[in-house]
């Protein structure tokens, strides 16, 4: 290898890692932290389609929030991973995914956001924050309710 190709190799490695602080700082959001736990919860290589009318995040709910759901009945608990369980404002969750949180993420690298297609997929520094993201999932229950509102 040259060391061109070395040094082309170093800065791609490099982009994709972020520090511990931006990490930490990504999954200071319940929408955000909502986001990446949905990503872990999807295969590696699946798209996520955004959703942020009708009470949810999400065009299709992850297995994890099918098996929360409650029956078709309780028309109350349909969508356990929805903006009331996550805490967000149901009136300015959208202002909030498109300015903020998606950017945010996809600046960062940790998602890959289709703005057309209203979709993400886990993007090249999503290993970096898939220790935290797959801790905060592990011990969901030992956590404050507060950090994981939608498991609840």
């Not at 490099?14 to 736990?37: K, M, W």
């Not at 949810?56 to 709910?61: D, I, K, S, Y």
């Not at 950017?103 to 993400?120: F, N, Q, T, Y």
């Amino acid at each position: 290898m040259s060391d061109a190709t070395d040094e082309a190799s170093d800065a791609s490695a490099s982009a994709s890692r972020i520090g511990t602080n931006e990490a930490l700082t990504l999954l200071a959001d319940d929408c955000r932290r909502r986001i990446l736990i949905e990503l872990l919860e999807r295969g590696p290589d699946e798209t996520v389609r955004i959703r942020p009318d009708a009470g949810g995040l999400f065009a299709e709910p992850s297995e994890a929030d099918r098996a929360l759901s409650v029956s078709e009945s309780d028309e109350s608990r349909h969508d356990p991973g929805g903006t009331e369980a996550i805490g967000c404002d149901p009136n300015r969750l959208a202002v909030e995914l498109y300015h903020n949180h998606l950017p945010r993420l996809a600046a960062e690298g940790v998602i890959s956001w289709d703005e057309e297609a209203d979709a993400v997929e886990r993007g090249t520094a999503f290993p970096t924050v898939r220790p935290f993201v797959e801790r905060l999932d592990q011990y969901d229950e030992e956590l404050p309710s507060d950090w994981l509102p939608w498991k609840r």
